[in-house]
């Protein structure tokens, strides 16, 4: 992937992106997408943190920064913080069913 694209371009990150991208690539990426949604959807901004879990208060305390560049920077480390816990939380499940598979479920 181009890296002259990918600075310039402020579309949402695919599902796939979080799997190529190195990790400030895409919270470049992301940063970017909702510096404009703060600017011009910020409907869609909400739905899109609600939609990853993030914590309302982190949230709100982001938007009280001073600058969007600030706030987008502060927003795009909660959700990429938020998807990087869920992916832990997965895999941590999927490992203890694993485990009870192998086990019969005794403990």
Partial sequence: ????????????????DYEI???????LRLQMF???LLENNF???CNMIYRHDVP?????AALQQGSTHEQAALIAGLVLER???????????KKQKQ???????LK
Avoid: C, W
């Fill in 1 to 16: 992937m181009d890296k002259n694209n990918l600075v310039g371009s402020s579309a949402e990150p695919l599902a796939g």
């Fill in 21 to 27: 991208l190195s990790r400030g690539e895409l919270l």
């Fill in 34 to 36: 909702i510096a404009d």
């Fill in 43 to 45: 409907e869609k901004l």
């Fill in 56 to 60: 309302e208060g982190k949230f709100r």
């Fill in 83 to 93: 998807e990087l816990q869920k992916a832990a939380s997965r895999r941590a499940y």
């Fill in 99 to 105: 485990l009870n598979k192998l086990t019969g479920g």
